[in-house]
């Protein structure tokens, strides 16, 4: 199965920036959507960031990330991308790609979370 990787996470003073990326291995890479979650400190709960289509880049995002994050792809080299700017205190969490099959009316998200990366913002 495709293994998923977020990478590029660290520490930032708040107003700073980050930019994740997330790569995929093994399997076969045939994602419809591509998505970033966050775990905050001390929640079970994964919170979705942002989502985009593969194939022709639309993008959505949740409302305490609007105008700051951007995601996007770079097809050839099969990486989802999130630039975070503006970052926020609030904004600390682990954060996880991840890829979804099926269809638009019937998404189908992969279960394996595969590997986070720590995003810590400073005040």
């Known amino acids: 199965q495709v293994q998923l990787k977020a990478t590029g996470g660290g520490l930032v003073q708040a107003g700073g920036s980050l930019r994740l990326s997330c790569t995929a291995s093994g399997g076969t890479f045939n994602y419809l959507f591509m998505a970033w979650f966050r775990q905050a400190p001390e929640k079970e709960d994964r919170d979705s960031v942002a989502s985009i289509v593969w194939s022709d880049s639309r993008a959505y995002y949740q409302d305490p990330v609007k105008d700051r994050f951007i995601i996007f792809r770079d097809i050839m080299k099969n990486t989802l991308y999130l630039q975070m700017t503006e970052l926020k205190p609030e904004d600390t969490a682990v954060y996880y790609c991840?890829?979804?099959?099926?269809?638009?009316?019937?998404?189908?998200?992969?279960?394996?979370w595969g590997q986070g990366t720590q995003v810590t913002v400073s005040s």
């Open positions: 991840k890829g979804g099959r099926g269809s638009t009316t019937a998404v189908i998200w992969d279960d394996d």
